[in-house]
């Protein structure tokens, strides 16, 4: 089966850096993907990783080590409206049509 | 990328009466998938709609407690039948579209089951 954890809560301080990490155990893996969700919204994507290494899109950056099973989003001069749930997520290819199996999140609170 | 409708946005039902959750797409997508989100919980797969076919549910999700219809390439409906306080939940649409894994949801339908 599919399984990603994430850490449950995270505080951090307006304008500082914040790594969310995300480790899975997949039995088949495309690549990660992260989304933002606030309170009350809809999941809204933000970055996607297929091969090893950084991406970065404006102050946020995707990490992903597929030796590791492991990646992170970084978000850099944090903002209050950064205050969001943040979810990793992997496709899984099985049965001819690919699942995306969400993780179990992981609660940003940003403090001035 | 895709923009997604969902009716109702909220609804308050009896226990042992059925919703039917409605999921626009603006334009013509392959599969459509249906999550439930439990308050400051995950997203759970229900199961994946394709025009033309059968919907694949997920373990633990039934055809007959959530029936899918999926006639056509922009639409699908989601009805939660015999619904008790257990059912009490986010219900979200959601279509994937442009490049790599990205996944557009709709805004959610809020059930509460008294």
């Known amino acids: 089966g599919q399984s990603l954890e994430q850490p449950s809560e995270v505080t951090a301080v307006e304008g500082a850096i914040v790594q969310i990490n995300c480790t899975y155990q997949t039995s088949g893996f495309y690549g990660l993907s992260w989304y933002q969700q606030h309170d009350g919204g809809a999941p809204t994507f933000l970055s996607y990783n297929a091969l090893d290494g950084l991406e970065e899109t404006g102050r946020f950056s995707s990490f992903l080590s597929r030796s590791d099973s492991y990646g992170y989003l970084l978000l850099q001069e944090l903002q209050m409206k950064d205050s969001a749930s943040y979810f990793c997520a992997v496709r899984d290819p099985r049965g001819g049509y690919q699942k995306v199996t969400f993780g179990t999140g992981t609660k940003l609170q940003v403090i001035p | 990328s895709a923009v997604i409708s969902q009716k109702p946005s909220r609804d308050i039902c009896q226990r042992g009466t059925s919703l039917t959750i409605q999921c626009q797409v603006d334009s013509q997508v392959t599969m459509m998938f249906w999550y439930r989100q439990q308050p400051g919980q995950s997203l759970t797969l229900i199961a994946t709609a394709n025009q033309g076919s059968e919907a694949t549910y997920e373990s633990g999700f039934v055809i007959d407690k959530f029936p899918i219809s999926r006639p056509n390439l922009t639409f699908s409906t989601l009805t939660v039948s015999n619904m008790s306080p257990e059912d009490s939940s986010i219900y979200l649409c959601?279509?994937?579209?442009?490049?790599?894994?990205?996944?557009?949801f709709g805004p959610g339908t809020r059930l509460t089951v008294l």
């Open positions: 959601s279509v994937e579209a442009g490049a790599g894994d990205t996944q557009y």
